[in-house]
């Protein structure tokens, strides 16, 4: 009964490298969402994907801020020329498919990011 | 601008007090509002609520919604040392043609139990 697995849980990373999050959802979750969380901030909604799909990325910023969910393993988001903004704790959720009133999303333990 | 306001941020007790937490919200297309505990790592899923007036309850934890007013308490009885953690409160609204949809979160509150 695994719950959502993130992966590093921990990275580190310069001033213009990439970065890479990991996340795979509870068994029969179909739905993911990344949030960031700032020191004494909420959290932040960045995208939200279905598999093969993003439905949703108003929170992700424009530039360097991509995501995936590919039919066969974790969904990924990628940071690219990461800055020291960056740093910040990235969580992933995710839920079922649910077509009334929505079912709550399950956090993973987060992905702590700081850029040196 | 959807946004979601917790008072107070943040809170100590001493064991066995009884805490009430806040949390209100002005959302277009309210959906539903729940409540997590996040210690260490992950938030915990604790309470969605839907409508109104209906209480949840999960040992000594209990939250209501008032829709009319817009907000939600969360409270906690007889609070043990293990119960420090911030307590987030987040809606969620439809959007994107569906019920799913992203969560706003609030700032959370700080609950800190004294022994």
């Known amino acids: 009964n695994a719950g959502v697995m993130q992966n590093p849980r921990h990275l580190v990373r310069r001033r213009g490298q990439e970065a890479r999050l990991r996340c795979s959802p509870m068994?029969?979750?179909?739905?993911v969402y990344w949030y960031r969380q700032l020191p004494e901030e909420g959290l932040k909604f960045m995208v939200y994907?279905?598999?093969?799909?993003?439905?949703?990325e108003s929170g992700m910023p424009k530039e360097r801020f991509s995501a995936e969910f590919p039919k066969e393993g974790p969904s990924i988001l990628r940071i690219q020329q990461v800055v020291r903004g960056d740093s910040a704790a990235y969580f992933c959720?995710?839920?079922?498919?649910?077509?009334?009133?929505?079912?709550?999303?399950?956090f993973g333990d987060g992905t702590r990011l700081s850029i040196l | 601008e959807d946004k979601v306001v917790q008072s107070p941020l943040s809170l100590v007790v001493h064991e066995g007090d009884t805490v009430t937490l806040n949390c209100s919200y002005e959302?277009?297309?309210?959906?539903?509002l729940l409540w997590y505990k996040q210690e260490k790592k992950a938030p915990t899923f604790l309470f969605m609520l839907?409508?109104?007036?209906i209480e949840k309850k999960s040992g000594r934890l209990s939250s209501i919604l008032d829709k009319k007013e817009l907000f939600s308490i969360l409270n906690i009885t007889a609070t043990q040392t293990g119960d420090s953690a911030i307590y987030l409160c987040?809606?969620?609204?439809?959007?994107?043609?569906?019920?799913?949809?992203?969560?706003?979160f609030g700032k959370g509150t700080k609950l800190s139990v004294k022994p």
């Open positions: 959720a995710s839920s079922p498919e649910s077509r009334d009133i929505g079912q709550p999303q399950h």
């Open positions: 068994k029969g979750h179909s739905h």
């Open positions: 994907l279905q598999k093969e799909n993003i439905i949703d």
């Open positions: 959302v277009t297309n309210f959906r539903s």
């Open positions: 839907t409508s109104s007036g």
């Open positions: 987040a809606v969620r609204a439809m959007n994107y043609g569906g019920s799913q949809g992203n969560l706003i």
